[in-house]
């Protein structure tokens, strides 16, 4: 579950005060979407190191972004 999808599923916390929402489900939500990005970055790494044509691609793309 990414970031976007736990804000949604937690929107009410936003109604409730930060003492009444903390308690609850939000912080193990939050817990959840970093675990779920390490699982996707660890992929992305792999992909990365085992694959000399997606390295040489990657580096493009941030040349090109760091160049505007």
Same mark, same amino acid.
């Given at each position: 579950?990414?970031?976007r999808l736990v804000l949604q599923a937690s929107s009410s916390s936003f109604i409730n005060t930060a003492e009444q929402a903390l308690p609850g489900d939000f912080p193990k939500a939050i817990d959840d979407a970093v675990m779920d990005s390490n699982d996707a970055q660890q992929a992305m790494m792999m992909q990365? &190191?085992?694959?000399?044509?997606v390295a040489r691609g990657f580096a493009r793309?941030?040349?090109?972004? &760091?160049?505007?």
């Open positions: 579950m990414n970031l990365y &190191l085992s694959n000399p044509e793309v941030v040349f090109d972004m &760091l160049k505007g």
